[in-house]
Structure formats: C-alpha cells, structure tokens
C-alpha cells in the first residue's frame, strides 16, 4: 500500500494529510500554541478528590482541570509518587531506578482517597486531550514511546507486539530486551521492531532512558504545574507510529520544517531521508495534491460513493449513527448481491470516515438490510479487514438482530469536524444574488480603486477556475483589455476551494488587500 504525507505549514497551525493509495484517510491539524498534546508529562497537583467518581481532578496548567479516574493510575502508583517526592526534594541523586526499592502496588478495586491526598504532587501524562466542556484526560501509567520500544518504568513486564507472529522473532526480541534492559524498567516491542538489528534496539533504549533523565532533572525544584516533557509535534509522532516500506513520499512547504523533518528520518529511518521532498510553488500544496477536493467530498453530513450511494453521518454528545443508503443508482437485478455490493462498499467507506474525522466512543451503523446469513458474515469480515489498518483501539460486533452493527472506538482527541457549506459571497445567505453579468464590473471597479491607491504595487488576483478561465479566454481577453488600460499586467490564478462569485486581491509579498 503506498502511503504519502501531505504537510501544509501555515503561520498559526500545520495542516497534515495522509493517503493511501490515493485517498485521504487521516487529517490532523496542530495549532502553533497548542499546549496539551497526547503523550505529554506533566509535574501536576492534585486539587480535588470526587469519592462517588472514584476520581481526582489535578491541576496541569489547563483552564479546566485534568480528570485522573481510580483505573488510570495503575498498579505502580505508590513507587511512582514516592519518586516524584523524592526527586522534588532532591533526596535521591540518579535518575536510574537500579538502587530504588518499589512499593507494593494498590488493588484495582480500592478507592481515590485511600491513595491520593489533596493538593499532593503527583506525576502524570495526558491520555486525551481536551475534548468540548472536558478538560483533558490523565494517566500515572507513564509510557516513554519511540519507534521501535516503549520504555515503563517501575515496572520488569516485556511484552511484545501481537502483531509480530513469528514465534522465534518474538522470542529473540524477548531475549534481547531483557538483556539490555535497565533495571526497574519495562520494556514494551512495538511491531516496527520487528528484524530490527540489536545496535538498533540499544540506541533507541539509551535515547529513551536519556529522556527519563530529563523528566528527573526537571523535577527537582519543580513547582507545579509544569510540563516535563513534550511528545513530538504531530508531524514526527505520526512519521514515527507509521512510518513503514510502503511510506513512499513526504511533502512539505515550509523550508524548515523539511529540514526538521530530514532530521529527524536520518535518527529513526536514513534509507528514508530521499522521500521528502520541498514544495515552493505558487497553487496551494492542497490543492495540488488533491486533497482539497477530497475535504470537501468527504466532510458534511453526507458522504457519497463512486457507485451512487452514500452514507448519512449524526453525531450526538452519545453516540454517532451513520446509515447507509443505496441511493437511485442500485441495480434491481439480483437484488441480494446488489445490496451486498452496497454494503461491502460501504463498510470500506466508513472505515475510511472514522479514521479520517477521528470518530470515537460508540459508532451505531444502519447498514441496508440483508437475510442472507453468509452476506451478514462476508460483510462483518470486510469491516474488520477494512479497519485493520486504524491505529485506534477498536472493537467490532456482528450485525445484530435489527441489522445494526456497533463499533466502540478509541477516542483521545475531539473529532475533525470541516464545514464544507459556503456562504453565498453574492446573496450573504439571503437566497437573492446579484446578476452574475456584473462580477467583471466589481473586480475592474477594485482594481481601478487599488491602482489608484498604488499604481506601482503588484498585483494578483486569485478567484475561482471558471472565473479566471473567463478573464483569460479570447483574443484580446479582459485580462489583455487591463494591460492596456492600466499599463500593468495583472496576474491571475485560481483556487479550488474558492467560491464562484469571490474574488480577491493580494500584493507582491502575498498580503491580501483588504477593501471593506
């Protein structure tokens, strides 16, 4: 499968899309400012304990607190805050856990407030971020990811990935890790590390344990809340979760971060390095790609197949519900396999919809209804295999006896949510437009003012492809007819995703001019 990497790097936020095999699967944004990212540890104090929550809210910099229920805290809880006690306080002197005794661990049915005190320090990592009301969710099971392990202190567990199925390779990998593991630590082998070469292993394990050290030289004096230590900005995390062979390119337009990330590809993948590539033209990098238009297709209520028929997406505070509709396309003959049809196409799109607007909690899907037993079968294997490939936790349950199919799936960020309706630039929502025989007169009518204003200046006019096709078509063309009327030439292009009746003027340094 051919993976590709689509980076769009704005001033304020880095857009990021991902296809397969051409269609777009994932799209992440990562806002410049953005403080609580899945993954980051944090130095917290806890502000209040809810008994009837069996739950703590602690303090981590956020507006809202940070939620930390009883099963989040894992069994290692007590060796972890006395750690983080003693490291605060500078009674121990080594990040290492070699000389450290663990405390016992707590049971899983206990209470907050036989563990937790208020306004006790305590060591936490963000498992969700803030999502509407919510503020973000925690974890005291700290995990240090990278691309091949996943370092645990306080625990001696190794575990290896379920997805490595060779037994001899996950019995090395085993043996390996348990070689060079440090003590007190735990090790868990991620699917990538599969074949991976022991000098591999050992310098991702010491770049782990070196981040631990920083955790632990950053707690001492520590006055909370502050964060310890950052995940890698969605860019890297991505490249370093699924980066894989069939990742064959990466595209980026900010110089910067191209070089960051060539940086970062030569630490974790170097025969990768060549597949980054800069772009510096002039249509957006969205647009050039593609992805533009499968934004717009793909987001909004409904979401339409190559064969007519399409899916209507709900979304309530609860659940979401997406239903299936044939549409008028569906064939009459064989009626059976042509509801089968619909709905195997479906099951593809719907993975694809999930993955892409970050769908979690409890999905209700309506398929058309079957009574063939073994289509229901065919069709509950199309949607497993068609998730086999989301990252997110998930779990799928046959059709039931109404014909409904339930899927639970992991939820850690708020869902991507694209309006891809556009306000009428003519009527402003009002359902009256100008006469469309007059948008040449309003755009000669601004130029006319802006050349005025600065004759001297530069000018592009970007609007929409019909539009600048009219102004370029014909001998001599209107664009040719304001050469010669204002002695300058002005220069047109288009964008996609522009609406038909907008317009717009921006100077030599891309500023747009603004005229109301």
């Not at 490249?239 to 990466?250: E, T, Y």
């Not at 992991?410 to 869902?415: A, H, I, L, M, S």
Request: charged share 25%; proline share 4%; hydrophobic share 40%.
């Amino acid at each position: 499968m051919e993976k590709e990497l689509i980076i769009n790097s704005a001033p304020n936020e880095v857009e990021i899309a991902l296809l397969e095999e051409g269609k777009l699967v994932e799209l992440h944004h990562q806002k410049t400012n953005n403080n609580f990212t899945v993954g980051d540890i944090f130095l917290g104090r806890v502000v209040k304990l809810m008994p009837g929550l069996n739950a703590a809210f602690v303090d981590i910099g956020h507006n809202k607190e940070a939620f930390l229920h009883y099963t989040d805290l894992g069994p290692k809880l007590r060796s972890l805050i006395k750690y983080t006690n003693s490291a605060a306080s500078g009674s121990i002197n080594t990040y290492k856990l070699d000389n450290f005794k663990l405390e016992p661990e707590i049971i899983k049915t206990g209470k907050i407030d036989q563990v937790l005190t208020r306004r006790q320090l305590i060591l936490v990592q963000v498992l969700k971020e803030p999502i509407s009301t919510k503020g973000p969710r925690l974890s005291c099971e700290i995990t240090i990811p990278g691309r091949y392990i996943v370092l645990t202190p306080f625990t001696d567990i190794i575990a290896v990935s379920k997805k490595i199925a060779n037994a001899e390779e996950r019995k090395r990998l085993k043996n390996l890790m348990e070689s060079i593991r440090p003590k007190n630590f735990g090790i868990i082998v991620r699917t990538a590390a599969e074949g991976k070469k022991v000098q591999d292993l050992h310098e991702e394990l010491a770049m782990m344990v070196s981040k631990w050290e920083d955790i632990y030289t950053q707690l001492k004096n520590a006055h909370p809340p502050v964060k310890l230590l950052s995940e890698l900005d969605k860019t890297s995390s991505i490249l370093r979760d699924i980066l894989n062979d069939s990742f064959n390119r990466i595209v980026v337009n900010d110089k910067q971060l191209y070089q960051n990330i060539q940086s970062f590809l030569a630490n974790i993948a170097p025969d990768k390095v060549d597949i980054v590539s800069y772009y510096s033209k002039g249509r957006p990098i969205f647009d050039v790609h593609g992805v533009s238009r499968q934004i717009k297709s793909s987001f909004g209520k409904t979401a339409t197949m190559a064969s007519g028929a399409y899916l209507v997406i709900e979304s309530t505070e609860a659940m979401h519900v997406i239903d299936v509709n044939s549409g008028h396309k569906m064939s009459s003959q064989n009626q059976d396999e042509a509801v089968l049809s619909v709905n195997l196409e479906s099951a593809e799109e719907i993975a694809r919809q999930m993955r892409l607007r970050d769908i979690g909690g409890l999905i209700i899907i309506d398929f058309i209804d079957m009574r063939n037993t073994e289509h229901k079968k065919r069709l509950f294997a199309a949607m497993r295999t068609a998730m086999k490939s989301d990252r997110a936790q998930h779990t799928i349950l046959p059709l039931s006896k109404f014909g409904l199919m339930q899927i639970t799936r992991q939820r850690v960020r708020p869902e991507v949510k694209i309006n891809t309706t556009e306000v009428c630039p003519s009527c402003n929502g009002t359902g009256k437009v100008n006469p469309t025989i007059l948008l040449t007169d309003d755009i000669e009518r601004d130029l006319s003012f802006i050349m005025q204003s600065g004759p001297k200046a530069k000018l592009t006019l970007k609007t929409h492809p019909y539009v600048e096709a009219f102004l370029k078509k014909g001998f001599p063309s209107i664009q040719m007819k304001w050469f010669f009327k204002f002695y300058k030439w002005i220069k047109i292009t288009s964008e996609n995703s522009c609406p038909l009746m907008e317009f717009k003027f921006f100077n030599e340094t891309e500023d747009e001019i603004r005229l109301s």
